[in-house]
């Protein structure tokens, strides 16, 4: 900060330096400017002068002559042609005289006559009798008898500088004879001023004073100036030549001067220098020239090579560079000398301790910062002050002693005093514990006083009680602490460590915590101990450690280093409790998480967590994976009809022939209900699950004995290996999952593999079922009905309702279709349930319709007739929808008939509400006579496959036979399905067949088609046709 | 003028200045330019060695006349007979002037006079001003100008003595072999379109042009080139080969 201070003084006097010397430069500019200025002046004064006089010879000897001042005088009063003889006669004698006088620079003489109109021009004869003096201030005048010469004016021609003399006739004012200079003489006049050689001058002349005066054909002769469009100069030779470099380099210089617009509206001077290299300056001088109105009404611009301008600047600079040079070399001896001072200074200023200086009086002569901020007293409070009575004190409590003084009077006495138990008072009034340091000060050999240090060590003394209070503390935590030095060695423990491991203080002292080392964790472990405690300055976990008689004990062990405010480690201290209960505790809650209480195998959480960790050892170790997910079949028969605790001792028995069944490493874990799973891990050859399979299913379907019971337990089993099945858990279950029901769908007690056509099929009837949980909100199912044809009348009987389903994406979709993903699903319920209630509000429509369709068939699977709630679903749901249930016939699968009794209640239940009951696709079943004999059937219906041959195949024409002739003699009425030809129908009826169903009488229609068959009787006509 | 005549033909107009006359029509018959700003004079002379030449319109002069007529002029107070005058200085134009060599001889033609009469000189100074003025400075007996130009200076005692026949004035001529007939149509077209006494557009677009340019043109048919193209038949050879 100081340096920098130092160095903008020593800037400083060098930009004053160079201000002073450019200040002096810009004056010496100006009086050569101002000697220019001077000089243009008087060579134009005396060139006009100069010009006047010969005007006025001219005058003299020419025109002031009886024969032109009478030509006048006649002009007046002439007429037109009179004044053309006139002034033909003066053009052509003063014609002469207007080439000498333009030879002389001279660019106007005009005749103007007294009443003040131009009479001749001789640069332009075609103008005249102009009023020009009205324009002319200066023709006025000198027509009123006076003489006016080199003023500034314009004309209707030429600005320019303008003489003008009276001509007078007898005494009487009859006209005047009018010159203009050009500025090309002005011109010249300035080109012979001394230094002027090499300049460029130009005429500005302002564009609306001329232009108020002149002729409009004479504007051509001017164009607009450089530096402002308000003034013209007149186009010369030099314009088509060019001017040279440096004067256009000028105008631009000019034009760049902010000044510029205003000095030339206010009519004032504008002087300028510019330097475009360092011997390449140039004066722009713009000079105003006022006219005979004392306006502004031209500029002269001269731009002037500044020769000695160079020699100027080059001296100035010399001078600049040696007074630049005297003042760095008095400022570095300056410099030099207050470095000393400062770097004393400064090793006092930054001591950490307290130093004031006295003189042998005792008043302090120095004081350092630091002792300030001890104190806290200004510099200009303590120098001058006696300390002994400003702020010292001899403890806390006790005021100085007046007379003695120990930090004094020690080192007067030529001895060092030290003391760590005085005190001194600070200005706020607080006494603080200073640690002193007095020796004697030596000036040339003579003791003039003392040097005291000192040091405010009251938190030290503080620290230092508080660091015994500590100690107490530490020795009475419950928790064990060690303390160790950096390289290990125990520095201190307290009680409870004792307590913990049974070693005292005075054993572990010196020793390392190796002694409390149980050999559980190996090398690696230790390592990434140390490793997190440089990392991370500290570590915290269980270890196992050995107590001193012997004993392995669990802790929970919290480490952390002690390092310097500079990351030194200086020691560790470790803290650690036993933790032996809580980890008996963790272990019980354990077992009973992950284990199975049934079986005491590991239970889903268990397995889930085990496989996780056998999936990851697979992958690190590229071996394969196998899962058998087990499913007893038939299981819940066992639970609903022995009851819970029968199913129970089956599920133990299972558990345990499959424990056997597996390797002791391979993991068998109940997921639930019956499921089980068998991890196999490691397996030597491709078909080890294979044969763990079978050897579970052989097993498995050893008889158990339960309280007299013989049991007969197979299961089904999936199969999915990882990783040709899948990556991770969900997947792989999902899959064994999906094989296992392969397997049960093969005839169960048997495994399958997981394929990916099995996950495709999956996939498929998983989204069939989403489709067909959408298709009962969307309403997309419909009924399409077939008629029941009486083969002796010709009559329609009834109608069988088919289900049908409009699938957005696949079409119209028969039952085979998506019953059986539906009864999967548990849609089937639903399916039902829709079924009835359209089939009967059908039935309803054509009944208001006056039509008589007979009865309505509906389809009734086995799901639904062995649901508990079936007559609910049935006979409530036709109820609700108001049709009779004699309107309806349920028509039963014959296979389905197996699982319902035949003398189930259930069928007497429905035939006494009235419904109608037909076994559908009769003749592929097992139905046995005895059963029909029993069960309250009303209809027979032959399958079609008996109908479909019946022409070439014998055996199905006896087998038709038999079953009309058992119809008749059971009283049961006999259908047959699927008649197409007109031969299978003439066969029936000649058999005495009951009713007929098929598409020679009409394939299932929509509603909407059924109508007109039941009005027009279509069939009697098939009928009539085959019987003829 | 350029940008009009620029946005009539549809191609860039350029325009290219000569000191005299005889390069002008050089640099016409070289297929060096396309089109040309001549005097009937001029013209003449290019159309009796250049079939190729054709007129495509002629100025009017700021008395809304296409043609114009030259004068001799001589100072008021001079009595002369010049029939019969001797010892006479004439001062003309310019060589390839109308009012020069051409019409000077008709007019002296009328008093029975040839510019070659051996009483008779003759010089050329340089503009129609100069010519009047000369006459009234007293260096000329006589000068051939324009009859405008007289007029203008009358108020020095200048006296018209005879005018000549009119002469078709300043014209635009195309070059055939430069520009197609459908591009000299549309020129033509152009130039004749503009009216600006009668219109105010026309005289909006035209008062930029020259003094000689800005009172309209009127179309070739309705100038009068015959007059002028018999009268170049009486010249003499030199004047086409010498500037």
Redesign the interface.
Known sequence: MRGMRFSLVVSGLVILLALLLLANYGREVQTRQYFIESSQEAAIASRLSSYQRMLEVLYDNLFDRKEVTAALALAQQADAQGQARLRGRLYREFYSTFSQLQSNDFRELQFVLADGRSFLRFNRPDLYADPISLQRPLLKRVLQGEVHNGVLENGRVYPGFRFAFPLRHQGVVVGAVDFCLSFKAIKQALNTVEDHAGSDIQFLVRKDLYQAVSHPSSHALFRESEISPDFIVEQEAVDRDGRPDSVAWLYERLLEDTQLPQVLSEGRRLNRVFCRGLGDCYASILRPVRDSLDRTSAYILTSIPMRDVEYLRRSHLSAFIVGTLLILLAAVAVRRWLDSNRRLRTISDHMAEGMYVMDEMGKIIYVNPMACEILRYDEDVLIGAEAHTLFHTHSERQPPLSQFCPIRLRALSGEIYRSTDEHFRRSDGVTIRVSVVSSPFWSDDTLTGSVVLFRDITAEYEDKARLQRSDVAFSSLAEAVMVTGPNGEIQAVNRAFTQITGYSETEVIGQTPRLLKSGRHDQAFYEQLWQSISRDGGWEGEVWNRRKSGEVYPEHLRIAAVSRPDGVITGYVATFSDITEKLRQEQVLRKLAYHDPLTGLHNRAAFLEMFDHALGHAERCRRRLALLYLDLDRFKKINDTLGHVIGDRVLETSARRLRDAVRSDDEVARLGGDEFIIMLEDFAHEDSPARVARKVISLLSQPVVIEHHTLHVTTSIGIAIYPDDGFDVTQLLKNADSAMYMAKREGRNGFQYFTQAMAKREEDRFSLEIDLHNALLDEDFLLHYQPKVDLRTGRVTGLEALLRWQHPQRGLLNPSEFLAVAHEGGVMRDITHWVITESCRQLQEWLDAGLEPGRIAINIDSHTFNSADAYDQIGRTVEVSGISPNRVELEIPESGLLEKSFDDEFWKLLVDMGFELSIDDFGIGESSLLRLKHLPVTTLKIDKSFIRDIESDEGDRAIIRTVVAMGQSLGVRVLAEGVEQASQLAFLCQIGCDEAQGYLFSKPRPAEQIAPLLREHAFRKTLDNVRS | MLGYLQEAVGRPVELIDFEDYSDLLEAFRNDQIDLAYLGPLPYALLAKSDHDVEPLACFREADGLSSYTCSLVV???RQLDLAHAQGLHIGLTQPFSTCGYLAVSQMLASSGRRLDDPGIRFSYAGSH?EAA?GV???EYDLAGIKTSIAE???????RILTVSPPFPGFGVYANRRQLSADEIERLREALLRLEPVTSEAGWEQMKGWGHSLRNGAEAPSNCDYQGVLDAVESLPVWLEATP
């Open positions: 100072m008021g107070g001003t003025l009234v400075r007293g203008r200076y009358r108020h020095l005692d200048l």
